[in-house]
């Protein structure tokens, strides 16, 4: 059990840690929600990645 578990949490954190590190902050991602759309068009790679 101890073994799926730290696959399990080691695998996502490596590809959940970029999200993550953006869905930290509920209150700014609706705030910024309105601003994605202007940044994603200026920047579309900052804003995927």
Avoid: L, N
Wanted: no cysteine; aromatic share 2%; hydrophobic share 20%.
């Amino acid at each position: 059990m101890e073994e799926i578990q730290i696959t399990q949490v080691e695998f996502p954190p490596a590809k959940d840690k970029p999200e993550i590190v953006r869905k930290p902050k509920p209150g700014r991602s609706q705030q910024q929600s309105a601003s994605i759309p202007e940044k994603g068009r200026k920047k579309p790679d900052g804003g995927m990645k």
